[in-house]
Every structure is written in C-alpha cells, then in structure tokens.
C-alpha cells in the first residue's frame, strides 16, 4: 500500500521542514511511521501533551519527548483526531478540551476583528461615496477637457466596435440638425460635440465625457415628436457640460484606491481597472446629476426656441410604463419619471414665454426610414 | 506538469510544460509566452464589486490566470514582475505555505489557493494589505522573490526574527508576532527597521534578499519631478 501521510513530525535532531508520517491511534498510544517507512519506537499516552496550533488555529500539536529528543507532531487530519479523542484516557481528555476551549478563543477574536474590519471599510467605502461630491467636484475642476475627451473617445470605440453605426440618412441628418440647434446656444463650450446614431432597438441615448453622443435609433422610432429626441438630447449634452461622468469617475477611482490600500497595491487591482475601463465610463449617473442635467436641459432647449412640451410628454410616457412595472425609487439612480415631469413642469412655469419653432426635417420621412431598415433581412 | 528554471538568479524564467487537459495556475501578468494549444482564462465575471466581495467573503482569487492545454501538449513560459529568484516547492498534502501575495508565482491545478486575513496588527503595519495567501494540496508551487530567496529552517520552540519587507512565504505550523524592532518608537523607525515578525518553530520561513518598499523609496530620488 502507498505512504499515506497524515502529519507532520518535528523535533531537535530532525530537518526544519519537518517529517510527513502516518499516525495511527491504538489502544496504548500513538504508533508513528515516518515517510521513509521507518516504524517509531509507539508513544504512550502517559507522555504526551497536547495544545492546538497552526496558521488556523485547525491543527492538533502533540508534544513528548523520546529518547531525549523532543518530538511535536502535527495533525490536521480530523478523522484521525476523531479517533485520538476516542482511544485517549481520561486524563488526557481534560487536554482535549484545554486545547479545543483555545481554538473557540482564537476564532471569537478573529471574527470579532473582521467583523470590525468590514465595518470600517463599509463605513470608509460609503463615506468615499456618498461624502465625496464635493471633493469629486473640486478634483473633476482640475482635469482638462482634452483628457476628457480622449477618455471619451477611447471608450466610445470599445462601444461602438460592437455596434452597427447608421453613418448618413434622415435620422443621421435629423439627430444633427437637433444636436446643432442646441450646442449652437451654449456659450464659450469647452467641448466639441460630435454624434453617432446607432442601429439598435434600444430607446436610449447617451453622452461619454468630452462631448460624444450616441443615439439609439430606437428612441427615434419610440418618440411622438421630434422635440422629445431633443429634450433626451438636452439632457444628455447636459452630463457632458456639468461633467458628471467625470464624478463618477473620479469617485469610483477614489474608492478603488481604498481598495487598493485594503488588498495591497496589487498588480491585478490594475489589470482589474483596465478591464473595468469601459464600464466605469458607463456608469450610472446618481439621482442629483439627473435632476440637474434634467432641468438644465430644458433651459437649453427654452434657449434654442425647442418645444419642452416634447421632454414633459417623454417623462410622462415613462411615467406611464413605470406604473405597469411598479418600479421603486428608493432603488433607482434616476428619479421616478413621474416626479420628474412634475419638476420640469414647474420650472418651465418660471421661464419666460417663447415661440417654439419646429425643426427643419421632415419627423414622418425620419420615422419611416427607421421602419424600412428594419424591415430588411441582416446579411 | 513539468516544471523547468530557466536563468536562475536575477532574471528567471519558468518554462511549464503542460499535458493535454492539464491547467495550471499562475499570478496575472506573469505569462511571458504560451504554445498555441494553450488557452489562458483571466476573465473577470460579475464586475468590480461582484469580485471584490468573492474574494473578502468566500476567499476566492480573481486575479489568477489559468493556463489550460484545451488543444493538445504545450509549454507555457512564466515570469515575476521584479527582478529575483524563483523556487519551486513540491506540496506533499500536509504541509501548508503561508504567501504574502507579491510572492505567488503560479501553481498546478491541485493546489489548493485560498485568501487568508492576517492579524488585525499584521494588516495595518505590515504593507502587505490584510490577506494574504494559504496554499495546500498536492503539486507543484513556484513562489518569486524580489532579489535571491533564502529559506531558513526552524527547530521546534526555536524563535527568530524577520524584517516585514524581507517575507516571502512560511509554512503553516510556525507562528508569529509582529513587534517593534527596537524598544521605544523612534530608535524602531529611525533604525529603518519598523516592524518585525518574530517567528516561533516549527516549520520554515522563505525571506527575499531586497526589500520592495526600501527600493521604491532609492530609487524615487532618482526620478525628476514632473516639469510643469
């Protein structure tokens, strides 16, 4: 049969690194076999003390001494502890339960220390997040738009290289037109607008920071006006004006720096980030930086003469698909759309009246040519 | 799973060779160059936080990279990211190594890695972050040193005391004490030896010839300040 070891046996006159051996309980003691085969003289339980030990706190560490060498022998094994406890006399026992009452020890601190461990980093990680706008906002003030916009840029590639790009067309010419119209009224912009419609029947658009803007074309073909495109435009350009990508950055850099200190400044903690890179540019907008891109929105388009009838019918219309999902607030980043269309309307109250002029495109040609390309088979 | 030291002394190699359908371990970054039949899978699932939480809750790594030979028989060549020694350690089933995580170099499929939190005092003055690696099962293990690796074996009850910066790696039945290097507070950093770690036997203790955190700090005065 093959040596099976089962504990390690230490003593004065044997290599540091210990012996693999293969320990037996019988009725007497311990008989002891070393990995070289060589049967030990058996130890009686008389001459044996025993404590816990190892890294965990998880090992038995029996100790006697033999020959005049001490021996300590560690064993892990739990079935051969088991049967240790099992065959040992009374006396010893009292051992047993000195060592295991250690083990209980040992382990109530630990726990008590991770417990208090976790609590300050739950408390650090949550004071980083929710105390740090401020902060965030003043270190966001440092950073020059260039390197914003080749952030934005660099993942605007990572997401379009999985995308199909709709590059001319009425909805590319109508998407320009709307973006055109609103970045004309923004005075002294650090940022150079540019806009991607994508094929895709997601009803969305989003803006990375540095000024790029993507449009899915399902908003289009979702939207009753073309104002409405508009108004999700406003508020879109409007998180690359007040730079709240930025924030999210800059916070989640901060919390990962936290992290770093936690696990040691680990070489995988930066792979990690890399690979993170895109997501952390997407990330979710808190509720603050939606209510002001929202009302910030709506003044550029009051400023660019575009009906905000269309960004009030839009959160309206959400408002309507959200009473079917019953979805919570407490647990979303953007406001409920109900409240936000009530905000909008409100503030609109305050602005000074204005005619609207329409758009030069023709919103049913727009619409129709989504429809049409859908209609075709993919390649 | 044969497992080769090409170079040894300051700029090591390890030269893997796997069967077909064996996989291996190693720390990520540390490929250098595979055979085509080998597949590496680092894949982070679920996101940062997902990860995170993984890791501190269950002790499951995210950072290693598996090698596997998914087509057929190949070689895979691995490298440490500092200059230094790399050791190979044959794991018997009873012995287990305790690795700081800048230490861990790769392993075979069978060894078995889990993350381990420190003690509280170890964590905070140690630099090396509250975890660090417990590694058991059968197969092989290559640890890497900045500078050359240097094991010292201790008898039992036998006590020896080691520089924070200088641990590699110490198997599981030593245990140890952080403490000041000099009595009092000042003479303890001004010596440049802050905190310690007392080790009692049995067992064994790997410590690296050079010290990461003394060289980051030599050679910062060598690099010009950012010209505005």
């Known amino acids: 049969m093959a040596f099976q070891s089962n504990a390690l046996c230490f003593g004065s006159d044997l290599p540091g690194q210990g012996i693999p051996s293969h320990v037996e309980t019988t009725p007497e003691g311990l008989a002891l076999t070393f990995s070289d085969q060589h049967s030990q003289p058996p130890v009686p339980f008389d001459q044996l003390s025993l404590e816990a030990g190892g890294f965990d706190h998880d090992q038995l560490v029996v100790k006697w001494t033999q020959g005049g060498a001490s021996r300590t022998l560690y064993i892990k094994d739990a079935a051969v502890i088991a049967a240790f406890r099992h065959a040992a006399p009374p006396e010893l026992l009292a051992h047993f339960d000195r060592a295991a009452a250690s083990v209980r020890q040992v382990r109530t601190t630990r726990r008590t220390v991770l417990l208090a461990v976790v609590g300050l980093l739950v408390t650090l990680g ?7 706008d401020a902060l965030a906002t003043w270190a966001v003030s440092l950073i020059p738009p260039e390197w914003e916009k080749q952030i934005g840029e660099s993942a605007m590639k990572d997401v379009l290289a999985q995308q199909e790009v709709v590059r001319e067309g009425p909805v590319v010419d109508a998407v320009k037109e709307m ?7 923004i005075a002294n912009s650090p940022y150079q607008f540019t806009v991607t419609v994508v094929k895709s029947p997601v009803v969305n658009a989003f803006a990375l920071p540095g000024g790029s803007v993507v449009v899915f074309t399902g908003l289009v073909k979702e939207a009753k006006s073309p104002e409405e495109v508009a108004g999700v435009l406003g508020h879109e350009i409007n998180h690359v004006l007040q730079r709240h990508g930025m924030e999210r ?3 989640t850099l901060g919390v990962m720096a936290i992290a770093a200190i936690v696990f040691g400044d680990q070489q995988g903690l930066i792979g990690l980030a890399k690979q993170l890179g895109v997501e952390i540019i997407t990330l979710k907008y808190n509720r603050d930086q939606e209510t002001e891109a929202d009302l910030t929105g709506l003044r550029l388009l009051h400023k660019a003469k575009v009906d905000p009838a269309g960004m009030i019918a839009f959160f309206e219309r959400l408002a309507q698909s959200e009473k079917e999902t019953q979805r919570v607030e407490l647990l979303s ?13 409100a503030e609109l109250k305050a602005l000074p009246k204005f ?18 390309s859908d209609a075709q088979p993919k390649l | 799973m044969k497992i080769e030291i090409l170079y040894p002394g300051a700029f090591p190699m390890a030269r893997v060779q796997l069967a077909a359908g064996e996989s291996l371990k190693a720390e990520s970054g540390a490929m250098v160059s595979i055979s085509t039949t080998i597949d590496v899978e680092s894949k982070v699932e ?13 002790g499951e790594h995210f950072f290693f990279q598996t090698l596997r030979a998914v087509r057929g028989a190949g070689e895979a060549l691995l490298a440490p990211t500092v200059p230094g020694d790399i050791v190979i350690i044959e794991l018997d089933g009873v012995h287990e190594y305790l690795v700081q995580k800048d230490g861990f170099l790769a392993g075979s499929e069978q060894v078995r890695i889990e993350s381990k939190m420190q003690s509280l005092a170890r964590g905070l ?18 640890l890497n040193s900045f500078g050359a690796i240097h094991k010292v074996e201790l008898k039992p009850d036998e006590e020896y005391i080691v520089d924070n910066s200088h641990l590699v790696a110490w198997t599981a039945t030593t245990t140890y004490k952080i403490e000041k290097a000099s009595s009092g507070w000042i003479s303890s950093f001004t010596s440049g030896e802050g905190f310690v770690c007392r080790f009692r036997g049995p067992g064994l203790v790997y410590l690296q010839s050079r010290n990461p955190q003394g060289f980051g700090s030599w050679i910062r005065q060598f690099i010009p300040a950012s010209s505005e």
Request: glycine share 12%; hydrophobic share 40%; no cysteine.
């Open chain 1, 179 to 185: 973006t055109t119209r609103l970045t004309e009224q």
């Open chain 1, 355 to 372: 005619l609207p002029e329409p758009f030069a495109f023709d919103w049913e040609k727009v619409q129709a040519s989504i429809k049409s």
């Open chain 2, 125 to 142: 003055l140690g630099g090396e972050g509250f975890f660090i690696l417990k590694i058991s099962g059968e197969g092989q293990l290559i």
């Open chain 1, 126 to 132: 949550l004071g980083a997040w929710f105390g740090s």
């Open chain 1, 249 to 251: 950055i800059v916070k």
């Open chain 2, 46 to 58: 679920g996101g940062l936080l997902k990860a995170l939480s993984r890791r501190v809750l269950t």
């Open chain 1, 333 to 345: 980043t953007h406001p409920m759309s109900a409240r936000r269309a009530g905000q909008l309307t």
